[in-house]
């Protein structure tokens, strides 16, 4: 899941909210990521070659979702799905296979993730990161 914690040279941490109208029915659960493109929600994950484009605000299915757009200057805090001692501040790597988690594989072949931002003291699988989308 992912928590926005920081919005850079904003005043708070609080996105705008929108309901979107979707032109096919989905089901969408809170902290997770997708792209909307041409009335449709994909769920944002490992195998995604485009950026999110929203973050899920609330659980819902059918044709409508509570979701905020995703900028460059947002800064979110997720869960890594293995050891992260690796990875490296600036680098940009894949998501898990459910889109709940970041892994430690950088991204390659056009796919598109997370750029890591800060570890945050992050030593072993399920510690927290702090990553973008840029």
Do not use: W
Not at 13 to 18: F, H, L
Not at 19 to 31: E, F, V
Not at 79 to 108: F, I, N, Q, R
């Amino acid at each position: 899941m992912f928590h926005l914690i920081k919005i850079l040279n904003g005043r708070i941490g609080v996105p705008e909210p929108e309901r979107i109208t979707l032109t096919t029915a989905t089901s969408a659960r809170y902290g997770t990521l997708a792209i909307l493109k041409d009335g449709a929600l994909t769920p944002f994950t490992a195998t995604s070659s485009a950026l999110p484009t929203h973050l899920i605000l609330k659980d819902s299915t059918g044709n409508e979702v509570l979701a905020a757009s995703i900028t460059p200057d947002m800064l979110f805090e997720v869960k890594v799905s293995a050891a992260p001692t690796a990875m490296t501040v600036g680098t940009e790597y894949l998501l898990s296979a459910d889109g709940t988690a970041v892994s430690a594989t950088a991204v390659s072949g056009g796919k598109r993730g997370a750029q890591l931002v800060d570890k945050m003291g992050a030593r072993a699988a399920g510690d927290s990161l702090c990553v973008a989308f840029r």
